[in-house]
Nanobody, 120 residues
Framework: QVQLVETGGGLVQAGGSLRLSCAASGSIFRIAAMGWYRQAPGKQRELVATITSTSSTNYANSVKGRFTISRDNAKRLVYLQMNSLKPEDTAVYYC??????????????WGQGTQVTVSS
């Protein structure tokens, strides 16, 4: 069974920083893309950032220049460094990964989510 577990959420003042981590575990052949999404109350889940297995990155316009996604393939970890946080960044942040459990089988997996709250 594959699991994604996020850590690092919390409460921070506007202008502060947080670092989210997500660890993948289980029967994993390889991990392709990984990323972070977020969902604020009353809103749809939205993409924050993604990173390929070769570390090509993509960011939502709203976080460009403030957030940095990275990964450690050997440890099956993905990180989200969030700087200059704003109240509008408040949301539940979800880790995502495209995980191959066999050479011919893959699926999208999601973490349970971690709350990030930015106070003004």
């Amino acid at each position: 069974q594959v699991q994604l577990v996020e850590t690092g959420g919390g409460l921070v003042q506007a202008g502060g920083s947080l670092r989210l981590s997500c660890a993948a575990s289980g029967s994993i052949f390889r991990i392709a893309a990984m990323g972070w999404y977020r969902q604020a109350p009353g809103k749809q889940r939205e993409l924050v950032a993604t990173i390929t297995s070769t570390s090509s990155t993509n960011y939502a316009n709203s976080v460009k220049g403030r957030f940095t996604i990275s990964r450690d393939n050997a440890k099956r970890l993905v990180y989200l460094q969030m700087n200059s946080l704003k109240p509008e960044d408040t949301a539940v942040y979800y880790c995502y990964a495209d995980i191959w459990t066999r050479m011919t089988m893959h699926a999208d997996y999601w973490g349970q989510g971690t709350q990030v709250t930015v106070s003004s």
